[in-house]
């Protein structure tokens, strides 16, 4: 095997370690923090579903430049793309070392795309880059937060106001808590159809996955609730009923999440791949399933190793989190990507679940969110291309002058 493939490989292992690091926040921040479950047992649950995702339904085709960023009809050394993948990788995974030591969540994808961004400048300047692409990335940094602060702000308050606020919220919960979780899994699972089996006619994913999915875990909510909803305290009792779905329904964003993000560490993999084995003219190229595999495994590792500390960031530093708010911060989220998706609008998951966790801590009062950690959050953001790329820059130069 080629060794500039054998050491691009191993640096998208490490690029996929730094998923698994950073982006678990996404799928198991706000149930920790609610206390659905442990650290430990998010990062087995994550973990697991993550490498489930990434092998099994992980894009059989990757895309060699990320995103359709750089225009490659300017590329004309082949090696110029297994030096830009390798430059990429490092920066992207030097990026998110540093945020994720310093507990900041940060988008891989955009990480990815800055490193992807600093070699194309290096090697043919500015004309290289879709700048309209790039805008797309920039828009989706401030769309994301938005639209998910919005629509947890409006989810919790419907649930505070259907059962939590009621004279009776166990007498509420019986009949609100099925019609909530049956919601929610509508959406779950139309979007299971459109981000796990990449599915693009969203009336199919909502008649045949959605409502289905919906409609079952309803009847199941209906029936646990009458044999087994009997708590002493009412408000415990509520809160245990979205506990069981929060687990549920951070597990589900955990498999989504790894067989759509694992193509930020095995994209650049496949790219050097490609123009190694059949040259310029292989743009876009199989990914065999042992790279799948490798991305999912070190997204897990990750998971295991260091995942604990953006966990611990949106899960209890944002806000204070319980049971409901949890569950309106998945559900939010999860309805906001997939709408966006439908439109083709440019979106964060990073940015999304976090602009949600500020959205239910807001419909408590702006004194609820913590906002000292989240102005270091929103600077990371905005800092996360233009840093990545500046690194990438400086690799790619030296590489050139290495090879």
Sequence with gaps: MNPWLVFTIIVGFWMAWNIGANDVANSMGTAVGARAITPKQAAIIAGTMNFLGAYFFGKSVADTIRKGILNVNMIHDPMVIVYGSLAALLAASIWLIFATYNGLP????HSIIGGIVGYGLVYAGTGIVDWWKLGQVVLSWILSPIFGAIVAFFVFKAIRGTILARDDPLRSARHWAPFWTGLAFVVIGTMFYIKVLHGSDLAKGVIFYGIPTGFVVFLLTYALIRVKFKPSDPYIGVESIFRKV?????GYVALAHGSNDVANAVGPIAAAYAVLTVG?????????KWILALGGLGIAIGIFMYG???????????TELTNTRGFSIDFSAATVILVASWLGMPISTTHTVVGAVVGVGLARGVKAINTSILKDIVISW???????ALISAAIFKVLLLVG
Excluded at 280 to 288: H, I, N, R, T, W
Excluded at 382 to 388: E, M, N, Q, R, Y
């Design 106 to 109: 940060v988008s891989t994808t």
């Design 280 to 288: 310029l003219s292989g743009m876009k190229v199989p990914v065999p």
């Design 308 to 318: 604990y500390k953006v966990m611990e960031t949106v899960g209890k530093k944002i």
């Design 382 to 388: 905005f800092v996360t291309v233009p840093v990545a």
């Design 246 to 250: 929060q687990v549920v329904t951070s």
